[in-house]
């Protein structure tokens, strides 16, 4: 699917505004060290183009904390529709969080939270 340039800047200001509360000012070793790979916005814009369409259901079976989600939800998809698997579950909590405010921000129903699974993928 291609996206609006208008979605593809919102996805990228989410992204890095995200990041910059998350990780503020870690170093991408710092975060290595602590298993944190982060997925650039501009990533998330080329998974989710890549995508047919997001009118269905959507899983990413190992979402950390939520980038490719948030996307999907920012992209337009259904927050019922949005599913994410995640190992940490400290993760989970803040993936959790962070798709309630994407909804928030767009005016959408909140994930519920059973949608965020913690399991081994």
Known sequence: MKLTEEVKTLIIKENNEFRAHQYGELSKAERKQLGAIYTPGEVVIQMIEKIESIDGNILDPTCGSGNLLAGCLIAGADP??????????????????????VCDMLG??????????????
């Open 80 to 101: 019922y529709n949005v599913y994410g698997n995640e190992f940490v579950p400290e993760m989970v909590e803040l993936c959790r969080k962070r798709l309630k405010a």
């Open 108 to 121: 959408k129903p909140h994930i519920r939270d059973w949608q965020i699974h913690n399991g081994n993928a």
